[in-house]
């Protein structure tokens, strides 16, 4: 007698999570790429106002996922809209009438994994789709450089203006939140680190989760779709033993919400030299612990728009594709940081570059 599997007949999805910037959208683009024949149904979540991680997946071009099949969530981090926003998209997804063979979904870098993974034992959704495994991506440079363990200091600081903030550093309790949920650790980015620096970043992600997930490097977050959409987990079914810090602050009576977060759009006009404007952003970004910027930029006499991706100071820059003819052109960045950020100061500097 075969006893029938429990996921059989079910639609798999993978949640991808990790922190800002760490490559989640850049491994979705070489997945959708390299996706061995599997139609994909994107969901995406992103933090701030501007849509830029949809507008890179559908301009990817790749034949797993059509336009029609990546779905924007824009109303704030899924974890917390999680019944208002991501259960109708996915009782809608489950209505059509030509599924797709596996679900991805793209966590924005400042969302918790744990309320969304639960949120697949709803009834509704656990007859049909069952979560293959949580998948989290991690900025290796950016760890081996502190930044999820050293601001101790700024979290201090903080603590003086706002004698509420109870956690450690948001940063930090983020970063272990996200591995805590993981199936699949991707330690992306390995390019900009050695050999040693690596093993360093092994041995501290290691030191931060109770569970051994399994741990692979990447670059450009080139994984094989059959380990990232192969995991088989059921992941639903565990994920109230992967707690969160804040389910379990939320249990002694606390509120969960992003406030130690902020963002905000600035709007500019054309840029006339990319080269000088990047290198004074990059001064920006330090003097102001600017986590995360991105957004498109005009650029005179160029009929492509410049893709400006910016992961603390580090920069990359490329024309992605031509202005479309109904499109408004003009430079539109997205600024995120820590709720101290001096939104007023980001501002003013960053026009003052036009
Ligand atoms: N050097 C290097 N850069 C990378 C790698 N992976 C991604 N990047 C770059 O890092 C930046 C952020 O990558 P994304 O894929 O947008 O990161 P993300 O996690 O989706 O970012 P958010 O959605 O904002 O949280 C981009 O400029 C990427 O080109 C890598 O392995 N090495």
Redesign the pocket.
């Known amino acids: 007698m075969t006893l029938a599997k429990p996921h059989q007949g079910k639609i798999p999805a993978t949640v991808i999570t990790?922190?800002?910037?760490?490559?989640?959208?850049?491994?979705i683009?070489n997945l959708l790429q390299n996706a061995d024949g599997k139609r994909i149904a994107l969901i995406i979540n992103?933090?701030?106002d501007l849509g830029?991680?949809g507008d890179?997946l559908k301009g990817c071009g790749a034949e797993a996922c059509s336009e029609e099949d990546i779905i924007e969530l824009t109303n704030g981090c899924i974890c917390c809209t999680v019944a208002d926003d991501f259960i109708p998209t996915m009782t809608k997804l489950l209505e059509r009438e030509n599924r797709p063979d596996h679900i991805v979904i793209?966590t924005?870098?400042l969302a918790l994994p744990q309320p969304l993974v639960a949120a697949f034992n709803w009834p509704d959704i656990r007859s049909e789709v069952t979560v293959d495994g949580v998948v989290t991506?991690v900025?290796s440079?950016a760890v081996a450089a502190g930044r999820f363990a050293d601001d101790h200091d700024r979290v201090d600081a903080l603590r003086v203006n706002d004698e509420n903030l109870d956690h450690e550093s948001p940063l930090e309790e983020l970063f272990e939140d996200q591995l805590t949920a993981a199936d699949l650790i991707v330690l992306?980015?390995?390019?900009?680190i050695d050999a040693s620096g690596l093993q360093s970043v092994r041995e501290e992600v290691a030191s931060r989760i109770s569970r051994k997930p399994t741990m692979i490097e990447?670059?450009?977050?080139e994984v094989a779709a059959a380990i990232l959409l192969g995991l088989g987990v059921g992941t639903e079914g565990e994920i109230a033993n992967r707690k969160s810090h804040h389910e379990m602050e939320h249990e002694a009576g606390e509120e969960h919400d992003h406030d130690e977060f902020d963002s905000f759009v600035v709007e500019l006009g054309p840029i006339a030299e990319p080269a000088v404007f990047i290198d004074q952003l990059k001064g920006i970004i330090a003097e102001h612990d600017v986590l995360?910027l991105?957004g498109f930029a005009e650029v005179p006499g160029k009929p492509m728009r410049l893709l400006i991706?910016a992961?603390g100071s580090?920069i990359?820059q490329y024309f992605d594709r031509a202005w479309t003819s109904g499109e408004m052109r003009g430079t539109r960045l997205v600024v995120?940081g820590l709720h101290d950020m001096n939104e007023t100061a980001v501002r003013a500097a960053i026009s003052a570059l036009v």
Request: net charge positive; hydrophobic share 35%; no cysteine.
């Open positions: 990790g922190f800002l910037g760490a490559g989640k959208t850049t491994m683009r992103e933090f701030g830029v991680d890179v793209e924005s870098g991506v900025d440079a992306n980015k390995t390019d900009l990447a670059r450009n977050g995360r991105k991706q992961v580090r990359d995120i």
